[in-house]
């Protein structure tokens, strides 16, 4: 029996082996068709030709008695993927971008959901990323503006614990420009040196937001003192270089396996569905062809006037541009006066919305461009 186990494991092992393979060859087969969307002025997502895929895809797999709803899930996401690179590529291609290094900064350190996130938007479209890691976000923003570093990732908000404040107040003080988001699931860990029981954990660590997006967990741990720290990795890290058993730190399986810790609990989130949309900054913006689905990113000063933000938000129902988000923050030095940040839908060289942000311009005391760039989150990307 264990021979002929260790056999089927064998053929698994072939059969994974040539699916790679065959995404592999299908990338390569992506990115000729990039060479044909280039300069080509329909849209780059074809909606037409995905749904007749997934149609042949359904019945490709009703044929070979594989789920119909697994088959379509798994093309969904390699569509989604084929799409991501023809975006970035096509928005690379039109800001002339051909280094095969880029430089990004990032808060935390090795293991830390921001390093993961930096991959994930760069690696397939540079030979060589080079990540490096500071301890607050400030200093990670500063690095770009020095010139240290071409981009800086910053997380901007979380399903579960909600906006991250630090980034806008970043946003609205620099002069940075929003050139790309990037979404992650964030699936939080217990870690520990060794396989213990939970009732011999006695001190946490995690970052402040990581602990916030954990706390129905945390509250069944009743003799456990939980605390801040710099970040997700770094108390893995601290774990680790403590020695302590009675020490654990909230992080993800990547920190687990850099740090060699052991993973007590998985999925800590009060949430199941747990995602943090970070932005990528630069020193410079970038232009975005009109055949990309956009996203623009304001910071809107009302004028101290009754209905001010309606009127402002009217511009937008006005030209039909819609509204993903609308966030208040404290105006600095200002007591009970606010700015806003929103993202809306659409290109700013885009006749309606380069009329609506003229429009806006004249009806609030200030407003700035943030940045326009390639949406990733929200709608069918979500």
């Keep these: 029996m264990p021979n002929k186990l260790d056999s089927i494991r064998k053929l698994l092992d072939q059969t994974d082996k040539t699916i790679v393979n065959a995404l592999a ?26 749904d ?20 379509e899930q798994l093309f969904k996401d390699i569509i ?12 690379d291609h039109q800001n002339e971008k051909k ?20 991959f994930r938007h760069f690696e397939e479209r540079y030979t060589e990323v080079l990540c490096f890691g500071y301890d607050t976000f400030q200093e990670a923003a500063q690095a770009v503006e020095d010139e240290k570093v071409d981009y800086a990732i910053l997380p901007i908000e979380n399903t579960t614990a909600g906006s991250i404040n630090e980034t806008y107040d970043i946003l609205g003080s ?13 699936i939080h860990c217990l870690l ?59 992080a993800g399986s990547y920190a687990a396996e850099i740090y060699g810790l052991q993973i007590l609990e998985r999925d800590l989130a009060n949430q199941p569905e747990n995602f943090t949309r970070f932005v990528i900054v630069s020193r410079e913006p970038v232009a975005v062809d009109r055949q990309i689905p956009c996203k623009t990113s304001l910071l809107m000063a009302t004028r101290h006037e009754e209905g001010s933000l ?36 659409g290109n700013i060289q885009n006749t309606d919305v380069r009329l609506a942000l003229e ?24």
């Design 25 to 50: 060859k299908r990338q390569e087969l992506v990115r000729e068709v990039l060479s044909f969307k280039i300069g080509d002025k329909k849209n780059i997502r074809d909606v037409e030709r995905e």
């Design 52 to 71: 007749q895929l997934l149609n042949k895809i359904a019945e490709l797999a009703r044929q070979a008695g594989l789920d119909r709803y697994f088959a």
């Design 80 to 91: 989604h993927h084929s799409v991501r690179f023809q975006t970035h590529s096509l928005v």
């Design 99 to 118: 280094d095969t290094l880029v430089k990004v900064a990032y808060q935390g350190t090795d293991g830390a959901f921001s390093h993961q996130a930096a």
């Design 174 to 186: 620099r002069s940075l420009h929003i050139v790309g988001e990037e979404a992650i699931r964030v």
């Design 192 to 250: 520990a040196l060794e396989k213990v029981p939970l009732n011999r954990i006695r001190r946490i660590l995690s970052h402040p937001q990581a602990i916030a997006q954990c706390t129905q967990f945390l509250a069944k741990l009743h003799s456990c003192k939980v605390e801040s720290y710099i970040d997700t990795a770094m108390s893995a890290k601290k774990v680790l270089d403590d020695g302590d058993l009675s020490q654990a730190a909230i």
């Design 310 to 345: 309606i009127q402002c938000l009217k511009v937008l129902d006005e030209h039909n541009i819609n509204m993903t988000k609308l966030e208040s923050r404290p105006r600095p030095n200002e007591p009970w006066k606010y700015l806003f940040y929103l993202d809306i839908e």
């Design 359 to 382: 429009e806006l311009e004249q009806k609030s005391s200030s407003l700035k461009v943030l940045g326009c760039y390639p949406a990733q989150v929200g709608g069918e990307e979500q």
